[in-house]
Structure formats: C-alpha cells, structure tokens
C-alpha cells in the first residue's frame, strides 16, 4: 500500500515577488485575507501596490489598510463606495494616493457627488483617472496633470460650460477621453491636438456639441 505522500504548497514556495504580482490583481479585501494563510503571506498583502476597494462600510478599516501599506508608490488605487463620506475623509484617501504616486485613479460613488480635493487636478504621476457620480471639474485654480493619457468622466459635475476645456487643457498629452452624461454643459466643447480616441454620449440630447481633435 502506498503511503499518503505530504501536499505541497506550491504557491507559498514562490518567490515574493511573484506572490505580490498575483496579489495585485486581487480586491484590497481579498489580498489582506491571505495573511492568515501562513507565516510567508503574513505581512505580504501590505506591499502590493494596488489598493482596491470594493465597498467597504468600514471607513475606518480603509484608513489602517493604507497606514499599514508599505509599498513606495502606488499603481492603481481604486474606490468603489457606496455610503457617504466626508469631504476631508475623501481628500485623506486621494492625498494618500498622490503621495505615494499613483499612477491610475477610480473613483466611484453610487449615491452622492462627493467634492474632490484641489489636489487630485495637480497630480504629476497620474496615468489615467476615472471619475463617475463625484467631483465638481471647476473653472479656476491649477490643473495641470502633465502624464494624464486616459480620462473616463462618468455623471460628473461641472461649474459651467467651460469646466470641462479647462481640464482638458490641463492635460497636455492626453490620448483617450470618455465622457458619458454631461447634461449640465449646454455647450460641451473639447479640443486637443493630442486625443487619438473620443468617446462622449450626451444622454438628454440638446447639448451643442463642438469638437476639435484628431480621433
């Protein structure tokens, strides 16, 4: 009779990096779950770069998750929310990002339009940022996100037609726009030598639309 042979555990005999590599694509939530696994996962999940957060009531946990990150920078921090959240609470989380030097930014809420803080629009790292059911996009103040390459804009708000131009022009090599309901611009203009995909859907109808882009 053959004796039962001991399984082995073949992902913990991978190396760190290849562990925090698989850890990356996984929801914060999940990531963290792994440390109970065994000795080698304990403290891995606090070095992977991506922070994704997928409705978390807690916001509390949220802040302790990012306290007890080690990694340098960050290359995706992604908030999915679905409860409110204070303006100063939401400035904490996006600060916290751009000091680490994010390189992609999600921001989601589902019930309210949550106020960004002045200085997501000054970020120098920041590849690719997708905003849906929060922001006001303003008319004044610094905007100058000189690495921006893709903009997704989903129920954003504007302070005025000119809102959104203004940003674009703040973003002097950006490939890739999407802007789904801007029912608030009454005259949605969008120019840029440098924009190879446009997509935009008005949703209401009645909005005069002028474009000046090479896609």
Known sequence: MEQNKPSIDRLSSLPDSVRRRILSFLPTKFSVRTSILARRWRYLWS?????IFVNWEN???????????????I?????????ECSAYQLETWVTFAITRRVRRLDLYFQS????????????KTLV???LENCGHIPTSGAVCLPR????????VL?????????????????????????????????SSPTIKRLVIDLRWGGNRLDINTPA
């Open 148 to 155: 921006l390459e893709k903009l997704y804009l989903t129920y």
């Open 112 to 123: 309210q339009f949550a106020s960004l803080p002045r200085c997501l629009f000054t970020c």
């Open 75 to 83: 290359h995706t921090f992604a908030l999915y929310h679905n409860i």
């Open 59 to 73: 916001q509390e946990i949220i802040n302790r998750v990012m306290l007890l990150n080690k990694s340098q920078s």
């Open 128 to 130: 690719c940022l997708r």
């Open 158 to 190: 504007y302070e005025a037609d000119e809102s959104l131009q203004y940003l674009i022009s703040g973003c002097p090599v950006l490939e890739e726009l999407e802007i789904d309901s801007c029912g608030a611009i009454a005259h949605c203009k969008v």
């Open 47 to 51: 070095y992977v770069p991506n922070l």
